[in-house]
């Protein structure tokens, strides 16, 4: 008798890096764009608004429940905000040092709150929304370039999250200093700024250049209106490079994404 193989739990197995992609099936994917965006701008705003211990606290509670609605896991949402965890153990300290522990501890922690709280929906925008669909959902309201422009630059977020790590990595390596115990010393800030800022910028301009050669040999900005694929509606039998559908008069282009 053959054996069953067991079957994989796909839609709760964590992402590789901060803030890519899930191609999950949650209410927060079905959602549009532009709903995710307003969700996220309200949110957003709460977290900025927030002063008081009970206020943040019921804004921690709705940002968990909208993150885990999405069907991610404590995994993910680890990589997405463990950077704001290093920012928060600067942060706190310098208060208490500045005004003391009873009079520092609760605005540093405030403030630290307020930073994760705000970029939390932005996070799971990025992991339930592809760039094609936020695209489409905006191009009856902004030309489709400064729309292009906002959802490629935004895209690529998780990118550099995970440029940032494999930096880190091999400058470590190399001897740099940059554990979170190691940048507490001061004197160690140069290796921050030598080794992790100018490499990660370098590669941020390198990549620019790399997607406008890519989107001016695929013909973008070619015609007033562009060519896309909508994937919502395409066929369940078709197959997966189906035909785009095009706005205009113009032939549609071979790309996704341009």
């Not at 690529?156 to 400058?171: N, S, T, Y």
Request: net charge positive.
């Amino acid at each position: 008798m053959q054996k069953r193989l067991p079957k994989l739990r796909s839609s709760l197995r964590s992402c590789e890096y901060a803030c890519q992609f899930a191609a999950h099936d949650s209410p927060v994917h079905r959602l549009g764009a532009g709903w995710k965006l307003l969700l996220g701008m309200v949110l957003s705003a709460l977290a900025a608004g927030g002063r008081n211990p009970a206020t943040l606290s019921v804004l921690v509670a709705v940002a968990l429940a909208y993150y885990l609605a999405a069907r991610l896991t404590l995994a993910d949402l680890w990589r997405d905000v463990r950077l704001f965890a290093y920012q928060a153990a600067l942060v706190i300290p310098l208060y208490c040092l500045i005004d003391g522990v009873d009079k520092g501890l609760w605005p540093g922690v405030r403030i630290s709150t307020q930073i994760v709280l705000f970029y939390l929906p932005g996070a799971v925008f990025l992991r339930t929304t592809r760039t094609s669909e936020a695209m489409a959902g905006l191009r009856r309201i902004v030309p489709y370039r400064l729309s292009f422009l906002v959802f490629v630059s935004v895209r690529f977020v998780p990118v550099f999250f995970r440029e940032l790590e494999d930096i880190v990595a091999l400058q470590r390596m190399r001897g740099a200093r940059l554990s979170p115990r190691e940048q507490l010393d001061p004197r160690n800030w140069p290796d921050l700024f030598n080794c992790l800022v100018l490499p990660l910028m370098v590669r941020a301009l390198k990549t620019a250049d790399e997607v406008s050669r890519s989107a001016e040999a695929r013909g973008f900005g070619l015609y007033p209106q562009r060519t896309y694929l909508d994937v919502s509606r395409v066929a369940p039998g078709a197959p997966a490079g189906g035909a785009p559908e095009t706005e205009g008069r113009q032939r549609p282009l071979s790309a996704e994404n341009f």
